[in-house]
């Protein structure tokens, strides 16, 4: 766990001198926050039972490596940014760096899930130099705008609540809120960009 650690603050880093470079020419940051997390003991037991994967008692280095090549997002960053171009341009800045290896992508975005859920998915491998060595270690990042952020939390409640009434109803709303949001996003990249040409005409 002090190993994912340190990797997510070294994907972390590299994320900040993105927005801070960003910044820098563009007078406004494209990340508007950043939450990282390590899966907890129990998260990563449930996955390792929904995947059929069983641990073998008697050699822990066996164990460590069954997880490590079935579970991918044990560190896992989200990046909420403010307009759906910045998820994609901080994304390929990130992955063309030479220390970065993109392992898998999944774009929730251009393919929304069924039940609506949108967000770029990558899982990327940094090395890791520690004392004994440089160790690859594997990271997830979810990059969303706000808005999708919203939907996604407040879906994550909602799906943890038991016995819900009117359940085909809220999946129903939700999914059409998720278009509603999507939309909103790229008009409001729109907009910016109209408000940015006319600052430049002038
Ligand atoms: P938590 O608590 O967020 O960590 P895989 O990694 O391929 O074995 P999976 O589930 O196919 O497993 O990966 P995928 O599709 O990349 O999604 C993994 C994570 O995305 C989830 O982590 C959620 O954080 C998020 N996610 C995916 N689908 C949904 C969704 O429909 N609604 C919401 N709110 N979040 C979603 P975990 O491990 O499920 O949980």
Not at 109 to 134: A, C, D, M, Q
Request: proline share 3%; glycine share 2%.
């Amino acid at each position: 766990m002090t190993y994912y650690g340190c990797a997510l603050r070294e994907v972390e880093t590299k994320l900040q001198v993105l927005n801070d470079e960003f910044k820098l020419g563009h007078d406004r940051n494209p990340i508007e926050s950043i939450k990282s997390r390590i899966k907890s003991v129990e998260s990563i037991a449930k996955k390792l039972e929904k995947k059929g994967i069983t641990l073998n008692a008697d050699s822990m280095e066996e164990n460590i490596a069954r997880i490590e090549n079935s579970i991918f997002d044990i560190a896992g960053i989200r990046v909420i940014c403010a307009f759906p171009e910045d998820i994609y341009r901080l994304a390929k800045q990130l992955t063309s760096q030479d220390d970065i290896t993109l392992v898998r992508e999944k774009d929730y975005i251009s393919s929304p899930k069924p039940n609506g859920y949108r967000s770029l998915h990558l899982i990327v491998e940094i090395p890791v130099f520690f004392s004994t060595g440089k160790r690859p270690m594997k990271v997830e990042v979810q990059f969303r705008t706000i808005a999708m952020d919203f939907w996604a939390s407040l879906e994550h409640k909602m799906k943890y609540k038991k016995n819900i009434r009117n359940q085909d109803y809220i999946a129903d709303e939700l999914l059409k809120c998720s278009r509603i949001i999507s939309e909103t996003d790229y008009r409001m990249q729109e907009i910016r960009w109209l408000i940015e040409s006319a600052d430049s005409a002038e």
